[in-house]
């Protein structure tokens, strides 16, 4: 497979899971980029998902960097999910804040993978670290069609 035709069909994973995700697009995020065992992910930091001490709520963070790990693992059209991820908060994310969540793979072998994200805010600080292992299922991502279709 060439570079272009891998690029292609992680991008077509990834549009065609965010096309099925409702969950990420109500926290409205956007998919901003994707590669070959990577994406970009945004989203800002809306009222409703701030906590008790006026900043954004982890689960918000968390989803955020889980939603890039998905659009990461899933671009070779192996169907993929998570087996476990771990998150460290380093600094509060604010009502406002642009936030991207950038997934690099780090290693991919065999059914398993795993997955770094970095979460930064729109002046570059990092707000949280990500970072999840991924089980390879079976099935592809993209829906086959048939000649009748």
Do not use: W
């Amino acid at each position: 497979m060439t570079n272009h035709e891998a690029m292609t069909l992680a991008s077509e994973c990834a549009q065609s899971l965010f096309q099925r995700d409702a969950a990420s697009q109500a926290m409205g995020m956007r998919l901003l980029s994707v590669g070959p065992g990577c994406a970009r992910v945004g989203m800002t930091v809306r009222a409703d998902m701030a906590q008790g001490h006026g900043t954004c709520h982890g689960g918000y963070l968390f989803a955020l960097a889980d939603s890039a790990f998905a659009f990461a693992c899933n671009s070779y059209n192996e169907a993929t999910v998570a087996i476990g991820c771990s998150i460290d908060y380093i600094a509060p994310a604010r009502l406002g804040d642009t936030l991207n969540a950038d997934c690099i793979e780090q290693s991919r072998s065999g059914r398993t993978g795993n997955y770094d994200v970095r979460i930064e805010n729109q002046q570059g600080q990092l707000i949280a670290l990500f970072h999840g292992k991924s089980y390879k299922v079976r099935g592809p991502v993209l829906t086959q069609e048939t000649p009748n279709e």
